[in-house]
Every structure is written in C-alpha cells, then in structure tokens.
C-alpha cells in the first residue's frame, strides 16, 4: 500500500485511538457512576468540587475545558440531587459560586474506591497510568497552542 493510503487507515490515526479509549474508559465508568446516580461529566465536576470546596462556574469550566451552556444543565442536575448548592457572588452579580452540599461531601467517601477499581481494569501499574495522563496532558496542551 503507498504511504499516502496507509496515513488514511483507520488504526494509524491517533485521533481515532484517543476516541475509542475514551469510549472503553467512559463505558468502564458507566456501571460504577449509575449505582452512584452520577454520569461521567457530573462526577468530573465533582472531582473538581472534592479538591476545592467552593469555585466559581467559569473556574469549573477552566478547569474540565467545558463553556457554560455545557456546565449549567450539569450543575443544574447536581444542585436537584443535593450534592452542590449555587449562588450569585455577592462581589459581582454575574458570577454563580457553586459549593459542596454536605450530600456532595459524603457522596465522596462512597466514590473513594473508583479510581482503583478503574485502574485495575486498565491492566495498568500505577506508574504506568500516570506516565498515561502526563503525556495526554501534554498531548492537550500542545494541541491547544496549536489555535
């Protein structure tokens, strides 16, 4: 096959690699989160939430890469289950603060074994995992300064 057809394959693609394990991973998730009540981007926020306490919606979205309209409905859902509260910043009306409910601060003793039992799914060492994410950290922000 010449070079110009073989780049075209299916399996040669990174993008195509990333997006299918994405999608092992999430369906990996899905068992875990459902008994929990969560889907995947909700306990993202909640991951975010669990290491500070208290942030504003555009801090959250900052850090999961995700705009408003995406994060709204999400915190929406969480407020309605109990596990965050959201109110207007009192130094600028147009912030919304979003703050850990103390069902939000319980929910995290019940999800505390979930990182390990994805992990062991992985077939991965701890190492391994984490030598993982740092190059798709990386893989991300170099891709991000490429706009």
């Excluded at 195509?16 to 998730?29: D, I, Q």
């Amino acid at each position: 096959m010449p070079p110009s057809q073989a780049n075209l394959m299916l399996d040669q693609q990174l993008c195509f690699a990333l997006y299918s394990a994405s999608l092992a991973m999430s369906k990996t998730y899905k068992p875990h989160l459902d008994a929990l009540g969560l889907t995947y981007p909700q306990y993202l926020v909640m991951l975010v939430l669990w290491e500070q306490e208290e942030l504003s919606v555009s801090d959250i979205g900052e850090r999961l890469f995700l705009d408003s309209g995406t994060l709204t409905p999400l915190l929406k859902r969480l407020e309605t289950n109990g596990y965050v509260a959201r109110a207007r910043d009192a130094q600028d009306e147009r912030r919304v603060r979003v703050s850990l409910t103390t069902e939000g601060r319980q929910l995290r003793k019940k999800v505390n074994p979930l990182p390990s039992k994805v992990l062991s799914a992985t077939q991965c060492s701890h190492q391994e995992a984490m030598r993982l994410a740092k190059d798709l950290h990386a893989l991300r922000k170099n891709l991000k300064t490429t706009d």
